[in-house]
């Protein structure tokens, strides 16, 4: 976005066209040729509609959204989960400001950086359209300001740019910009406390490779994995994953080694429930720890079945109606021509492979897992 744009964005004029249309298909204001500027107030529009759930604050002072950067923000609801408070925090990444607004109302005072001109300026908009009057929006890099501050913070919180010039992802801390871990003996200076937030690809294990003393938290929402969250403030290392409105598991780092998997057993029919662990507990490699003395678990990747319900944990429950080993001939009679919902955890085929191989579609008249435990694939039918 140019200066340019934001400025007619932001003028009484656009606003106002916004505001009127805000429920309008965008396509047809694009295509209404009585509107000034009616490509920026439909893109705007289409912006602020998708916004909706992910960004409903900004969505509802109708925020400006610059494309690239609303792309890369957070949730609303992944930015208030962050585990961090106190009086002062430096946000070293500032971008369309959806962390720098959640830490807002933890910290009494907010120092941000952002290097790009235009969304300094865009970011400050929106602040103060959203009521954050605690935040400072310092146009400069991370590094520049590091290199001449005096200040000291009680936290820093930090969400590397994870693309490159040529817009290819990046996962590892070190490609990131600011580079977190160049960095680092100069962040321990300026702040007590430290939270990096990571790619959901991110691999948890590197954390603790990189940094002393680190907790690391994966966080879920909607069953899709959202971010992987590093906390260096000196505490037990620990592992945390987490599915908003689902629930949480943490385990020490050190005991991780401890929990073991199920021996594959000879039959399957003892079990009347089976629980598929959230992709939180997948990603942190859990799934064993989590389950421990609850139910069976033969992979960090599979299923947990036990002859119990289970109760207040990180994933989804379901009675058992039947179990099938995938070569059992009955089990394509059964599902052939039917519409099920496919569930599938360390499974070596696809879901379209799953619905060419037993002539069946995508739907929702029953539920199956399908599963690897030990050699055996086998397909689950739920309740």
């Known amino acids: 976005m140019t200066l340019e744009e934001f400025e007619i964005l ?40 998708r916004a909706r759930a992910k960004l409903p604050s900004y969505y509802a002072v109708r925020a400006t959204l610059p494309p690239r950067a609303y792309e890369q923000s957070s949730s609303e609801q992944c930015a208030m989960h962050k585990q961090l ?23 009494s005072r907010v120092v941000s950086l952002e290097r790009d001109p235009v969304l300094a300026s865009v970011t400050r908009h929106n602040l103060k359209l959203l009521g ?73 294990a590197e954390a603790f490779r990189k940094f002393n003393n680190c907790s690391v938290e994966t966080v879920s929402l909607g069953g899709e994995c959202k971010e992987v969250n590093i906390y260096i403030e000196g505490r037990e290392p620990q592992l945390t994953a987490t599915a908003i409105g689902v629930g949480s598991f943490t385990a020490e780092q ?16 003892s079990y009347r429930y089976i629980t598929l662990p959230d992709v939180a507990l997948v990603h942190s490699r859990l ?10 678990v033969w992979s960090n990747s599979g299923v947990a079945l036990s002859i119990e319900p289970q109760q207040d ?23 052939k021509g039917q519409r099920i919902e496919i569930f599938r955890r360390d499974f070596p085929l ?20 399908f599963t690897r435990i030990g050699a055996k694939l086998l397909a689950i039918k739920m309740r």
């Not at 003028?11 to 920026?40: G, M, W, Y």
């Not at 971008?95 to 607004?101: A, F």
């Open 132 to 204: 954050a009057e605690n935040v400072e929006v310092l146009c400069t890099s991370a590094e520049e300001y590091l290199a001449t501050t005096t200040e000291h913070f009680d936290w820093i919180f930090a969400d590397p740019d994870r693309r490159s010039e040529r817009g290819e992802k990046m996962v590892l801390l070190e490609d990131c910009s600011p580079n977190m871990v160049a960095l680092y003996p100069r962040l321990k200076e300026v702040a007590d406390n430290i939270c990096i937030k990571c790619s959901p690809l991110f691999d948890t």
């Open 85 to 107: 408070a106190g009086v002062s925090v430096l946000d070293l990444t500032c971008g369309l400001g959806v962390d720098t607004l959640a830490l807002s109302r933890k910290f």
């Open 10 to 49: 932001t003028s009484d004029e656009v606003l106002q066209a916004i505001e009127q249309r805000i429920e309008c298909n965008p396509i047809d204001i694009a295509l209404d040729k009585h509107l000034e500027h009616a490509s920026a107030v439909a893109t705007q529009v289409k912006r602020l509609q």
């Open 287 to 296: 799934t064993a720890a989590a389950f421990t003395g609850k139910a069976d």
């Open 254 to 269: 050190k005991s991780l080694e401890s929990y073991n998997f199920a021996p594959l057993p000879t039959s399957f029919d």
């Open 313 to 335: 944990v990180v994933g989804r429950t379901f009675g058992i109606d039947a179990i099938y080993e995938i070569g059992n001939k009955e089990l394509k009679k059964i599902l």
């Open 350 to 369: 696809s879901n379209s492979e799953i619905c060419r191989k037993f002539s069946v579609k995508e739907g929702a008249n029953s539920r199956w897992c």
